[in-house]
């Protein structure tokens, strides 16, 4: 009797990481990035919302943005570079700005940047520094532009999520945008 419940609450211990290599492989609705430490839902059974490789920059991670409207959120991910353990998102956020600021006409800062966490606890709720900017994009459409940069705590990889949009998208989409970037999980490098 023992022996066939040891093995049972082995069985149940065992199971939920097998459902979640299933789930990867099968939900349509989850884009499961291992080699760059995340995962990324889009809402369930949403069709306004699809997965696609890049938008704003061509070498981004991963991307869940909507069919109609132009609003996205883009995810970057970059491993320790030379065995340098540290990063510096301030840093990263604010480079981010001088770079943005060249490339969108009348860019501006809508508050400094700051330390803020991704909506609904994204990204496993880690302290990053977010640049939150309007400007007009090469097409010259009023554009709003969302950056969040932290460092993983559970791999230590450097991230940039960026919710980018013509203006008003936030407030539009608002709902299904806090969802996604709250279903951001951050995860372990598999070895």
């Known amino acids: 009797m023992r022996l066939g419940l040891a093995i049972v609450v082995l069985g149940g211990l065992c199971a939920p990481g097998l459902a979640q290599d299933k789930k990867e492989k099968t939900d349509p609705d989850l884009l499961w990035q ?8 889009k809402p369930v059974k949403n069709e306004e919302w699809e997965f696609k490789d890049h938008m704003l920059y061509t070498n981004s991670h991963g991307v869940v943005s909507h069919k109609v409207d132009r609003v996205f959120i883009e995810v970057f991910a970059q491993e320790k570079a030379g065995g340098t353990s540290y990063f510096d998102p301030k840093a990263a956020a604010e480079s981010e700005w001088k770079t943005l600021s060249t490339e969108f006409k009348d860019a501006k800062k809508v508050q400094d940047i700051k330390v803020a966490k991704l909506p609904n606890g994204g990204a496993n709720n880690p302290m990053s520094y977010l640049l939150d900017m309007t400007g007009k994009d090469k097409e010259g459409r009023a554009t709003e532009l969302k950056c969040w940069s932290f460092v993983g705590k559970e791999n230590q990889y450097f991230y940039r999520i960026f ?26 490098i598999p070895k």
Request: charge should be positive.
């Open 34 to 41: 291992k080699e760059w430490g995340f995962s990324i839902q």
């Open 163 to 188: 919710l980018v949009g013509d203006e008003g998208m936030y407030k539009k989409h608002q709902k299904d945008l806090d969802l996604i970037l709250g279903s951001l999980k951050i995860l372990r």
